[in-house]
């Protein structure tokens, strides 16, 4: 909360000297207006030029002056130096915010998930967004079970990523796990598992093998993230180590309790 001080301001009049002007002729006058000098700071006296005006001997006053003697012309003021009152507006720069796919997609209900990304009778799928175009295909280079996995494309580009998506609404505390095998390693990319915006698993060398990547989940509505992702910087050269594909099988969502 703001508290402002109360500022009191006294003002006192001040009563001038009454000071007798002379009366000024209202005749109009050629002769430039008198500037009168400043004194020196210094203390030393500044002479001024004066310069007397004689009359032009030539030129006898009229007797009969014209009714409609004409107007000097008004001066236009300048306004290179005269502030603006209008505040100057700050440029207008280029928006950053980067609009997440996931946003037009819906939330899904589901008690229970599993899928093995295979072409077997599935009765209970997990509703994943691949993106458009998918982001994450069918492979059969490498599998836990069954004929085949999924794995990313490779993403490319400063700070790209290749992202398997899920957006579900659970009403019981729950687990989301899949079976991993990494194939990213750091400097070149890595592999995270978020949810809700928080990284619960992140992997920075190859595995060279499966691992259960596992994270428990909370009920109400989960956006949840399995992320293959460059970083800004990364070496031009090709890569020696890993290949950037990471393969996924067995997913499974359970409710616990």
Known sequence: MFCGDIIVTTTTTTEAATEEVAPVSLAPTSAAPVVTSPASKSGKATTATTETLMPNPTIAPTSNPTASPSKAPTPTPSTANLATMSPSKAPIGTSSTVVDPLDSHPFVDITEGFDSFDDVDNSKPIPWIFGSPPEWVRDDTRNLTGPGSLRNILPEGSEASSTLGLKIRIEHYSTISCYAYVETAMPYDKFILEVDGVERYV????????????????????????IVSKPM???????????????LDVCQIIKLG
């Open 203 to 226: 992997s920075y060398f190859e595995t060279n093998e499966w691992i259960n990547v596992k994270t428990g989940l909370q009920p109400g509505e989960k956006t949840i993230k399995l």
């Open 233 to 247: 910087y990364y070496p031009p050269e090709e890569r020696t180590k890993g290949s950037g594909y990471v393969y």
